[in-house]
């Protein structure tokens, strides 16, 4: 089999898409959007029970679940390794390991959608039912940023995390 036919799309990868600096700014940049997802929340939640506030309607602990459970699905999507859901090798716990990293990467995708439906549940229940209007209704949004930030974020790290560098080695004895 023949290079071309092995490839999906005729174009290929541009080189520099496969350096470390690369990799690097992509990890970097899903830590950013990362604390940028929490510091809007936590901005939302400190603005709430300050006096600038004037509205009856406070973030509490329901506000914060979509954030947990998105930031759950992002860490189990990010542990496992891009390598494990084609591989099936009896050197890693057994047999039938794509398998299992199909289902821990399926439930870490699961947290990370019901996360953003329960923040996108959160702002139609808490805050276009009730008819609230700005700034009050800010919060709302903030609490959909967040989650989007933190699926944008899982998706940039598992991108970058699983690029293949110049220097990977393929080494057999």
């Known amino acids: 089999m023949t290079m071309s036919e092995e490839r999906l799309f005729r174009f290929s990868r541009p080189e520099w898409l496969?350096?470390?600096?690369?990799?690097?700014?992509g990890v970097y940049a899903a830590g950013a959007?990362?604390?940028?997802?929490?510091y809007t929340l936590?901005?939302?939640a400190v603005w709430s029970h300050s006096p600038l506030n004037a509205s009856d309607v406070h973030i509490h602990?329901?506000?914060?679940?979509p954030f947990i459970f998105s930031t759950l699905g992002m860490l189990i999507i990010n542990s496992v390794?891009?390598?494990r859901l084609s591989s099936e090798s009896f050197s890693y716990s057994g047999s039938g390991v794509a398998w299992k990293a199909r289902v821990v990467l399926f439930l870490g995708?699961?947290?990370?959608?019901?996360?953003?439906?329960?923040?996108?549940?959160?702002?139609?229940?808490?805050?276009?039912?009730?008819?609230?209007?700005?700034?009050?209704?800010?919060?709302g949004v903030e609490n959909l940023v967040a989650n989007g930030l933190v699926g944008l974020s899982a998706v940039v790290l598992w991108i970058s995390q699983n690029m293949e560098d110049e220097y990977s080695y393929n080494l057999a004895l």
Do not use: H, I, Q
């Open 109 to 139: 995708f699961a947290c990370l959608a019901g996360g953003m439906a329960g923040g996108v549940t959160v702002f139609v229940l808490k805050y276009v039912v009730k008819d609230v209007g700005f700034p009050a209704l800010r919060m």
């Open 61 to 65: 602990f329901v506000d914060w679940l």
């Open 81 to 83: 390794e891009k390598a």
């Open 42 to 44: 936590l901005d939302s």
């Open 33 to 38: 959007f990362f604390s940028l997802a929490f």
């Open 18 to 25: 496969n350096s470390a600096w690369v990799r690097n700014a």
